[in-house]
């Protein structure tokens, strides 16, 4: 991964503040990967765009990430340190579709890639969201050895079979969704906690952001200094610098 210096990692946050989730997403993911077109990013499977987030995160803000949540069962606010190295972790991608066999059913898919998820997010019916899934995911699907168009397989694809391609798919891409189950220490129950790396580093780069147009300002009014000068300063000389002022 290229190093993302802190002037395109500014743009990045600039950029992403009138943008939402998928916006975000996509900007963070161009950071991540500086050389990819818009294309080649949305054309991805879900689960190397996750995995492309988390080594970013990594890059910028190290392995140990601080997790909050509360339990379900007794609502006791749960803290701890969680280590990333692993959870961006991906396999191989398949070389081709992807195959299930179930009764009467054979359906050939493809892994959901980034611009299959935002087109599904902006339906507002999970059902709605769940059949456009199914019909651009779908390679090719035979019922008894006569072939069903992809848009009809809403209708007529058994629930069983569309849990299987839910699974098939979860094993071949398992950084497309990265649920953690945590046990609470007052009750013991498990909370089932979905970690999401867009919302988790936005959060961070926005923090991190902040931070750096403060000591920029102050910077700047103590020395007058540019902000590209300053940028172009390591972050041990600036904070050198910012510990001579307040000494001052």
Known sequence: MTPTGPTELLATWEAGLAQHDSGRSLLLHRAARPGA??????????????????????????????????????????????????????????????????????????????????AAGGLPDPREARRLLLTRCTVSAVRDGKPVPPEQLAGQLPLPVQRRLAEAAADADPAADVTLNVACPECGEATPAELDITSYLWTELDTWARD???????????????????????????????ELCADA
Request: net charge negative.
């Open 37 to 118: 077109g818009t294309d080649e990013l949305l054309s991805m499977p879900v689960g190397e765009r996750e995995a492309d987030l988390f080594a970013l995160r990594r890059a910028l803000f190290g392995e140990r990430m601080q997790v909050r949540i509360e339990c379900a069962s007794c609502g006791e606010a749960m803290e701890f340190d969680l280590d990333a190295t692993p959870l961006g972790a991906r396999g191989r991608s398949p070389d081709g579709p992807l195959r299930v066999e179930e009764g009467e059913w054979v359906v050939d898919f493809r892994l959901p890639t980034v611009a299959d998820l935002a």
């Open 212 to 242: 750096l147009m403060l000591d920029v300002h102050l910077l700047a009014t103590a020395y007058g200094w540019s902000e590209p000068e300053i940028l172009a300063l390591s972050p041990m000389r600036r904070r050198y610098y910012l």
